[in-house]
């Protein structure tokens, strides 16, 4: 099938209030501009130099996130390339994004990553932490925290992630309660190509979906 096809079958299985984010690793800009020419609205990238060109190419058409680990000495190009960052996991890069923003006199939309499955080997902030980065992030002007992500652990069986994703959804509520300053919990990014329809089931309104959008991927990093 092609990717519009994908795209519209999917699409179609979306319940009213979810969006779907094309996850972009990898792809050329031609099946870039494919997936947005068939209706897809948000394009996310986990590398910033594969973001780099497409960015004019979308300006106008599509919103770019970033849905990679961000290093701090790369704030200032994602800042100035992205529309919402959705990774952020620590107070050092809140403070670098806000610094950046700032000369650029942009309020940076941003989701903080949760590790809901507790994953050494994986980043994110853990359930327990959560609020306190989050009171720590309450004084920064040009950061807007838009809600939460999460990755949860891979699996072939979509219901060996559910508790995570019921988790992840457990802490959107709980911070949706709190009224932290700078912190407006609306987007709840959770889910890709095997496990988005057990992520919306459990609250996801925004889901990361590659492989079923594009196929398999022709390259390996």
């Known amino acids: 099938m092609s990717i519009r096809e994908n795209i519209r079958g999917i699409l179609s299985g979306l319940p009213p209030g979810v969006n779907l984010e094309a996850a972009a690793k990898s ?3 031609d099946e870039v501009l494919e997936a947005v020419d068939a209706g897809i609205s948000i394009i996310g990238e986990n590398y910033l130099q594969e973001a780099e060109p497409l960015a004019p190419l979308l300006a106008g058409r599509a919103r770019l996130h970033f849905i990679g680990h961000l290093q701090t000495n790369k704030a200032k190009k994602a800042v100035a390339l992205f529309d919402l960052i959705e990774t952020v996991d620590s107070l050092r890069l809140a403070r670098e994004i806000e610094k950046q923003a700032s000369a650029l006199g942009k309020t940076m939309p941003v989701l903080i990553e949760v590790n809901s499955g507790r994953e050494p080997q994986k980043f994110g902030v ?7 980065l989050l009171q720590g ?13 999460t990755m949860g652990p891979f699996s072939d069986d979509a219901e060996t992630v559910r508790p995570y994703f019921r988790e992840t959804r457990r802490c959107f509520e709980s911070i949706r309660m709190k009224n932290i300053p700078g912190v407006d919990m609306t987007i709840l990014s959770m889910g890709m190509s095997g496990s988005y329809r057990t992520a919306i089931e459990e609250g996801a309104n925004l889901v990361r979906i590659g492989t079923l959008i594009f196929g398999e991927r022709k390259t390996v990093r």
């Open 137 to 149: 992030m309450a004084g920064l002007p040009h950061v807007r925290v838009s809600g939460l992500m």
């Open 27 to 29: 792809r050329t800009p």
């Open 126 to 132: 853990l359930p327990e932490d959560l609020e306190t």
